[in-house]
């Protein structure tokens, strides 16, 4: 029994992190994270929805016109 091969654990064909990404040439995307009250939350997806944007739209073009 000391000598059997183990067939549990260890590298497997085709596993891990594929080389490459998704968005070839493109811009590379980041990401931002704020603390906020649940109700503002709340105000900033209203206003992005009546605006006909995403929250991330909406903020991006937010900053950019101020």
Partial sequence: MENEK???GG???GS???KGGTN???HKTGR???SCLESDVEL???FAEEAGKTVS???IDLVKNQ
């Fill in 57 to 59: 739209q909406f903020m």
């Fill in 32 to 34: 931002i994270v704020i």
């Fill in 11 to 13: 590298a497997r064909a």
């Fill in 24 to 26: 070839k040439g493109e």
């Fill in 16 to 18: 891990g992190r594929k």
């Fill in 6 to 8: 183990s067939t549990h």
């Fill in 44 to 46: 900033v997806k209203k």
